[in-house]
């Protein structure tokens, strides 16, 4: 392997004009001496990583891109540890691939005989491979599904894909409306729970799914990044992992259930609030393809997502009333902040003049209204004096700006937008969810009115209306489990003070439900 030296992607496949590395891989060398990258198309190199993922009956792309992982971690950790570490976990990786569990003594043997600083080393290097190797799982996965998407046709759609679901409701005789009528009934509800081994620092997560970005670019097919584009990304890739090596896993203190919620609230806030509006595009796509044009700009809120993390008491006494109530503040607060980052891409994006179309006057009506109870500065209204919707856009954000002040400090770690002192609860705006979903209702059909139906129906808008009917201001429902046992006790008391039944404990099971029904 390779002691001390700087190692480029390109050291791990090689064709046309090869030299030899130390370890006998290949590597294309240019004029100025820098090994250069070699797409993952290139001829195969001698490596165990290689050659052990392949064995295990990985994808040529995926076993080069598990390999690539596992020689990008240890060259960062020889930077950082030294030698020995990095040489541990290359060597017990290489041991356990080719033997399994029968090496497991052997391992604890090399454990026997090491210091704590070098294992705790070795474990921060072993654990930066695991991870990474996840997302280079999940980067297959998206791989192998996009080549599907690829070779599917409207008659032959992608297996077990959104498209498949409704032509096959077309092909079994299902009308357009019965197809509507069964997606109205749809209500999918994906609920978050909470593992505290699990709950990382949203640090950590972000510094990987960077490196991970980074690695996918380094495996993406022949020519579509440029030499200087890949020398980034590599770079990219070996930064993230340094920032990784060099950042605590956890912070000092013990897992909290904020912790928890936080952990939970990253991923609602980044992979959902990003796929969730791709999910109803794709759906309204395949309603298209298999209906035709008259497909609905919109649907009803099909997915939805609730959450156990900071309302889940039943074993978890850490789980208080006031961790309860701060856990629905923190959903709010992220809520708002997203919306708000929304309506800036859609003030951007929604840049129609009147000198151009016809608004509604609904539209105009609405901008008017709110001029006092959304004020905007002087300019805004001189700059945008034509472009109502970009107007009404500034007049929500101002109004979601002003929610954001009224919570309270601490609840997420972010800078309050605005004021430099909090409001009070009683000067927020009377803004709530519905008003904003029907907000950007009113956007879009004045958009349709006037002749730009189209941009209601797709782009940033369709996905804010979309986030709006799935997320609310509340992010995810919160769960509130209980013991049985408290449950009882609280139905007790109130039954005993409105002199129903003095003593409901003592009833059995068939007294209980006839008294309850």
């Known amino acids: 392997m390779y002691r001390g030296q700087a190692v480029t992607v390109g050291q791990f496949a090689g064709h046309g004009a090869h030299s030899r590395s130390a370890s006998g891989d290949f590597a294309d060398r240019r004029r100025d001496g820098r090994v250069s990258w070699l797409p993952p198309s290139a001829a195969p190199v001698s490596d165990s990583a290689l050659a052990a993922a392949r064995s295990a009956g990985l994808t040529d792309v995926h076993a080069r891109r598990v390999a690539l992982v596992e020689r990008l971690v240890l060259q960062v950790a020889r930077e950082r540890y030294g030698d020995t570490p ?63 998407e690829m070779a599917a046709s409207a008659e032959a759609p992608r297996g077990e894909s959104i498209q498949e679901a409704v032509a ?47 690695l996918d670019r380094l495996t993406a097919p022949e020519g579509t990044f440029t030499p200087a584009e890949l020398d980034a990304a590599e770079d ?71 959450s156990w993390i900071g309302g889940d008491r039943d074993g978890n006494p850490n789980v208080t009333a006031e961790v309860t109530a701060w856990t629905l ?96 609860a009683g000067d927020a705006p009377a803004y709530d969810a519905a008003a904003f979903t029907a907000d950007l209702d009113l956007i879009a059909d004045s958009l349709t009115e006037a002749g730009l139906a189209p941009l209601a129906e797709s782009g940033a808008l369709a996905d804010a209306r979309a986030r709006a009917a799935t997320f609310g201001f509340h992010l995810a429902a919160l769960d509130l489990r209980q013991h049985s046992a408290l449950h009882e006790a609280a139905v007790a008391d109130l039954l005993a003070r409105a002199e129903v039944e003095a003593d409901y404990a003592a009833l059995d099971e068939d007294a209980r439900m006839a008294l309850l029904t």
Do not use: C
């Open 86 to 148: 990095a040489d541990l976990a290359e060597g017990w990786l290489d041991r356990v691939r080719a033997d399994g569990p029968a090496v497991f003594d052997a391992v604890a043997a090399d454990i026997e005989g090491h210091d704590v600083v070098t294992l705790k080393a070795v474990l921060r290097t072993l654990t930066a491979y695991f991870h990474l190797v996840n997302k280079a799982e999940q980067i297959e996965i998206v791989r192998i599904n996009r080549e599907r």
């Open 168 to 214: 096959d409701l077309k092909a079994n005789g299902r009308t357009r409306a019965e197809a509507l009528a069964l997606i109205q009934t749809l209500d999918i509800q994906p609920t978050l729970t909470a593992h505290p081994t699990e709950a990382r620092r949203r640090t950590v997560l972000l510094h990987q799914q960077e490196a991970a970005a980074a």
């Open 236 to 306: 990219e890739a070996l930064d993230r992992l340094r920032l990784l090596l060099a950042t605590d896993e956890v912070r000092p203190a013990a897992v909290t259930v904020r912790d928890e919620v936080r952990h939970g609230l990253y991923f609602v806030a980044t992979t959902i609030w990003d796929v969730v509006p791709r999910i109803h595009a794709d759906l309204r796509r395949a309603l298209r393809q298999s209906y035709g044009e008259d497909a609905p700009a919109t649907l009803p809120p099909f997915l939805r997502y609730r």
């Open 329 to 424: 503040r923190a959903h709010r607060e992220d809520a708002l902040r997203l919306h708000r980052r929304g309506l800036n891409q859609l003030r951007l994006d929604l840049s129609v003049s009147d000198h151009q179309v016809t608004f509604p006057d609904a539209l105009w009506n609405s901008v008017h209204a709110d001029r006092e109870a959304a004020p905007l500065p002087e300019r805004r209204w001189r700059q945008n004096v034509n472009e109502p919707i970009r107007l009404k856009v500034m007049q929500m954000a101002t109004k979601l700006d002003r929610l954001i002040e009224t919570l309270p400090d601490g609840d997420s770690g972010q800078p309050q937008v605005g004021a430099s002192q909090p409001r009070a």
